[in-house]
Nanobody
Framework: QVQLVESGGGLVQPGGSLRLSCAASGSGFSISVMDWYREAPGKTRALVARSFRNGQILYTEPVKGRAIISMNNAKNTAYLQMSRLKPEDTGVYFC??????????WGQGIQVTVSS
């Protein structure tokens, strides 16, 4: 069984930055794809950024140019660095991994609020 735990959220002023972390624990898994999703108030959960095992990275339009997704394989920890934050970045952020067998695992989510 794989567990994901997000950290690093909180209240940030517009224009500020933050770094979210997602620590994976368990055994017998090898990450194939690693995603960050955001569930904004009143909206469905949506993909923010994706990192593939082969190094390819995808950013969705709302965060393109303001987000950096990275992975520390030795620590099984993924990061989402976001800058120039906007109020519309507010939401619950979830990390998700898909391992090479196709199994998917979600974190519990962490709140990010961008407000002055």
């Amino acid at each position: 069984q794989v567990q994901l735990v997000e950290s690093g959220g909180g209240l940030v002023q517009p224009g500020g930055s933050l770094r979210l972390s997602c620590a994976a624990s368990g055994s017998g898994f090898s990450i194939s794809v690693m995603d960050w999703y955001r569930e904004a108030p009143g909206k469905t959960r949506a993909l923010v950024a994706r990192s593939f095992r082969n190094g390819q990275i995808l950013y969705t339009e709302p965060v393109k140019g303001r987000a950096i997704i990275s992975m520390n394989n030795a620590k099984n920890t993924a990061y989402l660095q976001m800058s120039r934050l906007k109020p519309e970045d507010t939401g619950v952020y979830f990390c998700k991994i898909e391992d090479i067998s196709g199994s998917q695992y979600w974190g519990q989510g962490i709140q990010v609020t961008v407000s002055s």
